[in-house]
């Protein structure tokens, strides 16, 4: 048997990221273990250890190109962490999608990986539900780093693809992004991209997934990738658009400074007394404004409160508390002894007014220890401190201290941080977490995903159990 460790992490559990009928299948390849009669005599097996998804689906991707190369070969995947480890047989995936399907694969996660509040599950149900769009993914599957025009019947498949996926049967990306756009309270991010942006990420998804279809090659004969992208002397970067979004002369009317506020919070480049001034000038209105967002996270919160906080009497912590938005839910549980713990003084000032709370603790989140003694709480919660800017990964190693052994830490982030922020994104949160599996500092309890925690959005609910 050949191991494999794939050495890029990012982000969910494959069988999550595409249900329905590609789940079914993922099951019926799925093993605790896989047994020697899986493959015929004679033949290589393949064991590929990873906890990314792109790796299977690169594999289902060229798989046919690999056994024409190698007939007979037997590839499995050991794939998770913790309880949700599991193996899947790439064969028997591949048998149930059919070799097109399996070749489509790489372009349908490349194309459907970059749209807001948009999860696999819905672009799987999308492709299901508008099938026509699989000719424009069979033809970028096999016409490697070509790039597609405007008005090329591909893209046109594509342009209606999107708009199946925002839930309209409309074919024109302007005219939904219009008709989006004026619905009340529908912010910019929930809307689909203009059509020229389409069109980049378009040519990036080919450019991307033919990366993958080629990676068989000792020396990959990839062409400079101009398809959507712009290089410079140090860097490779890709536009959004090529084209202006409106015309010249059109000036923003609108006067709503709370996406600047929340912008500002998630952005990088500010020290912390920056940060922390910054929240307490947002305290007063803060609440407000997460609201007209959308944000649930206190109420996914909530759940898994009721379901592992069940002694009301025991001591707990609100990780990053902010102005207290959980501690309405606390007082209604009838929780006796909970902590609040923020770096912005205002802001907990205003945690103070719920009466839910019975510590404050002023103190900046670091990967070094917090002012706590060990051994102090039955439980932590934190809900929505894992943006950019803010968390860093090895924060969780003095959690580990600060809670009792058995004691429950649980975790409430936006999904999409674990892709598009650099300093979480490869699996470098997945990996602080799991490293301290490793250390059997904690074990993982229940990894789940929640809809709408920020209109669109996914949320990633991670619970551990301390040891």
């Not at 009301?312 to 609040?340: M, N, P, Q, R, W």
């Not at 809670?403 to 922020?421: A, D, M």
């Not at 997945?430 to 250390?439: M, Y």
């Amino acid at each position: 048997m050949i191991t494999l460790t794939a050495k890029k992490f990012t982000l969910h559990q494959a069988s999550l990221m595409y249900p329905g009928h590609l789940l079914s299948l993922c099951q019926s390849a799925t093993m605790k273990r896989p047994t020697p009669g899986c493959a015929l005599k004679g033949s290589r097996v393949i064991l590929v250890r990873t906890v990314d998804t792109d790796v299977i689906v690169i594999l289902v991707g060229i798989f046919c190109n690999l056994i024409a190369c190698y007939p007979g070969t037997c590839i499995w995947v050991a794939f998770g962490m913790g309880k949700h480890f599991q193996y899947f047989n790439i064969n028997t995936i591949c048998h149930n999608l059919r070799e097109d399907k399996s070749r489509e694969l790489p372009v349908f996660h490349a194309f459907t990986s970059q749209f807001f509040g948009k999860a696999k599950h819905s672009a799987w149900e999308t492709w299901n539900s508008f099938p026509a769009v699989t000719e424009a993914f069979l033809f970028m599957a096999h016409h490697l780093f070509k790039s597609l025009g405007v008005n090329s019947s591909q893209f046109q498949l594509l342009e209606e693809f999107t708009c199946h996926l925002y839930y309209k049967t409309l074919r024109s990306v302007t005219k939904l992004r219009q008709d989006l756009f004026l619905r009340k309270a529908r912010t910019m991010d929930n809307i689909p991209p203009t059509q020229d942006a389409l069109l980049q990420h378009s040519n990036r998804s080919i450019y991307q997934a033919s990366n993958w279809t080629t990676s068989l090659q000792p020396q990959q004969n990839a062409p400079s990738p101009v398809h959507g992208h712009q290089s410079g002397p140090y860097y490779l970067k890709h536009p959004r658009m090529t084209t202006e979004p409106a015309p010249y002369g059109h000036e923003d009317t609108n006067t709503d400074d709370r996406p600047s506020r929340f912008k500002k919070a998630i952005s990088g480049g500010f020290s912390v007394a920056e940060k922390i001034a910054h929240y307490d000038a947002w305290a007063n209105t803060y609440d407000e404004d997460m609201r007209s967002y959308g944000f649930t996270g206190p109420e996914i919160a909530v759940e898994y409160m009721k379901r592992y906080f069940k002694d009301t009497s025991g001591k707990y912590l609100d990780c990053g508390a902010g102005t207290g938005l959980l501690g309405v839910h606390i007082k209604e549980l009838g929780y006796t002894d909970f902590h609040a713990l923020d770096a912005s003084s205002v802001a907990l000032e205003k945690a103070k007014s719920r009466q839910a709370y019975t510590k404050f603790i002023e103190e900046f989140i670091t990967t070094g220890k917090l002012s706590i003694e060990t051994d102090t709480y039955d439980g932590l919660v934190c809900c929505g401190c894992f943006v950019p800017g803010h968390l860093e990964p090895d924060c969780v190693e003095d959690w580990c201290r600060i809670v009792k052994p058995g004691g429950i830490v649980f975790i409430v982030l936006c999904q999409r941080w674990l892709s598009q922020e650099p300093a979480y994104n490869e699996g470098k949160l997945e990996g602080a977490f799991q490293k301290r599996v490793d250390e059997c500092k904690w074990e993982l309890v229940v990894r789940e995903q929640r809809d709408k925690y920020l209109t669109e959005d996914v949320a990633e609910v991670f619970v551990f159990k301390v040891k």
